[in-house]
């Protein structure tokens, strides 16, 4: 007690635990540069990643990038950790499952269908999707209604956004290019509760939830000048705005231009606006994909599981691999075959559609990767940028666009390197490199030198042209929505989904406890209600309750929360969920 | 002869006390040699080397440590004086390509970012004001390890130098009215 030896012999034993097995240890080695492109999103950014040894340790952006503008969302930051997530599938059944998808093909009837879903189309994959399915006896290729009509949106055009209910701050487009833009624009958020978009809105309407579509009916009645479906006074009824607010706004419209209206797939009311507040052809424009090879042009079609009767899928194989647009399960199973369907998920976990696949294989994570991203929606012109890994992909996963392929008859293992000569021969656009900021014009490199920019770290990005409008906007190939809700007064609730959705999870493990673990998000099948809201339903703190919508049911347990507003029933975006909500999200809550 | 039981108790007090002030601290250490019989005297007084010339910054700001062999080859690809050391050296890393395993006295566990040129460039310190005198000796002192923990004696401190424990940081934070934050170093 009078000497140093026991404390020190605590001190020490303290220390020795820190050196225990098991403890993870930072990385030593040379510290190196690389660049890449984020793939957890459609945006797509610049990644600059500082590595120590052949570990990546840091990631950043590129500031000098033309349209990330060096900016990178919490997730992107953080986006290293995810190989290490611990509910990354490791093995799957990957024989077993070819096996079962070339007899499904074999066994294929004249009514029955082979199917991929895509969750992110335009990306090279889906082009190897696109002609696998056209190499395939009845193939049809599936994917998500792209919103407002597949235009892109060129933000630095407008100079007043009206948003109805489209996150535009919080992860909508390319992080970097909205805060460059928002400067130059006036946002007016219409939202039932106070988003992060809405509470840094120049303007936020608070519209009752669901009323998006008759806000857009009331503004396009008052632009056109004649009666349409609903009047303003209706709309203001509906929405619960006062008649002058909604009159200033249509003013706001008309004379604070060039003005664009965001809404969701949800909304196709929203063209029609853009048409008559003049964005459609402006900064709502038509983009030209980035050019592929003249042989893949055989391709099947996109096309919305709207279009595909039910009861045919035979075989369906899902690209998982990137978060992406999610179609709710329920939407998907009425068009399986109903004896013995084939269902492949090709994810990074078994938590999305692989709960409800006969098999499950694993894919690769960012940043071990290989693939490539399209231009994203709020890119003015078209672009090619490729995931290159920073880390070898763990052993055993699986290429979702060589399966694919394979279960074809196809090799598409170059298919890469075929579109960045595409890209090259066509001889439009610049590269802008990331390890030295300059852009060069693609006619000066040679295929080679272009091809070995873009693995470095580049982006093709497309030579700017005249805006054009989208060619046309046929609502009615896309409609895979679920069917008109029923009265109000049957699922009085409105679903707002927290998180981020399509992602599925794929979240830094590593992201602090208070954003994982705190009550400030909530948990899986918890669903917030307004204490007003709680005592109309019947439920209280804590209640064991069931979530009812109109494509299914599913328990979950009440928080109230005085934040959520009357009306509305907020829940943790996961598929679970996704699957009985979708985008159309009526609901009650009722004790179960 | 029974002996009084207060000489048993000043006896056995005695025992533990310098089993614990003076035993003690020996058998807690590991004493390893460094690899190379160096000097640092020798390269500052014949060389004029300065400290910076071989523990340098990279270009990206951080600090390199100590020298990997190729600075040293740069010099000793051969002989440059008679003595057995520098034979030695040549002749056991020099001549196969293979890197001296350096004990580093001031290795800080792996929970601890320190940013040397934070403090060097920026807060004008002194490479002695952590290290002591290491620059001006003869001889690389043997590298003590405590058995327990792993980590450096000098960390602890020693007569050479003070420690580089967190209260250390601390203190000298404190004295020059710096923020001193956990998350300074424990990022």
Known sequence: MFTPAPWRLITDTALWSENWPGIPRPARGEIKTRYTNCALCPAGCAVRARLVGEQPVALMGVPAHPLSFGALCPFGLTGHQLPYHPERLKQGPAHEAAEAVANAIAQCGPNERIAVLDLRPGRTASWTYR????????????????????????????????????????????????????????????????????????????????????????????????????????????TGLSENQITDLARDLAHNGPALVLAGDDLPEAVPLNRLTGAWGESLIARAEAPVPESWKKAAPPTGFASVPDGSIRALIIDESVPGDYIPWNVIAPKLVPDNPVVVAIAWSRNGYGRHAQFTLPAAVYPEMTGDAPAAIDSPAAAFRIFTPLVPATAGMVDPAGFIASAAGMNASAALRERADAIHKAGRGTLFTYADAKSTPVKELKPEDFWKAL????????????????????????????????????????????????????????????????????????????????????????????????????????????????GVV???ASPDILDICGAFSRARVAQS | MRIPGYLVFCGGALAALGAGWAGFPHVIYETRPQPVDFSHKVHAEKAGAKCEDCHSFRDDGTFAGVPALDKCSGCHAAPMGTTQAEKNFIDGYVTPNREPQWLVYARQPENVYFSHITHVKLGGLKCEACHGDEGATDKLRPYQQDRISGYSRDIWGTKAAKGMKMDDCVDCHRQHGLEHSCLDCHK
């Open chain 1, 131 to 238: 002609r696998a399915m056209a190499a395939v006896k009845n193939g049809v290729y599936l994917t998500a209604p792209p919103p407002l009509g597949g235009a892109s949106v060129n933000l630095s055009a407008a100079r007043t956004v009206l948003s109805i209910g489209v996150p535009v701050l919080e992860g909508w487009g390319t992080p970097g290019n909205v805060l460059a833009a928002r400067a130059g624009f006036r946002l007016i958020q219409a939202e039932p509760f106070e988003s992060r978009t809405a509470a840094l809105a120049d303007l936020w309407l608070r519209i009752k939830p669901g009323s998006g579509r008759a806000l857009a009916l009331g503004l396009t009645a008052l632009l056109e000048g004649k009666a349409g479906p609903l009047t303003p006074a209706q709309a203001a009824a509906e």
């Open chain 1, 455 to 566: 693995n470095q770290g580049g982006c093709w990005m497309d030579a700017p042209g005249k805006p054009a409008a989208p060619v046309k906007y046929d609502e009615a190939a896309w409609q895979g929505k679920p069917p008109a809700p029923q009265e109000a007064s049957d699922l009085p609730l409105v679903v707002a989904l927290t998180g981020m959705p399509g992602a599925a999870g794929l979240v830094s493990p590593l992201m602090s406890k208070l954003y994982q673990e705190s009550n400030l998000r909530l948990g899986r099948n918890r669903a917030a209600l307004n204490p007003a809201s709680a005592a109309a339903c019947g439920v209280g703190e804590g209640s064991r309750a069931v979530l009812q919508t109109l494509l299914g049911r599913r328990p979950i347990q009440v928080t109230l929360s005085a934040s959520t507003p009357p």
């Open chain 1, 570 to 572: 907020e829940v943790e």
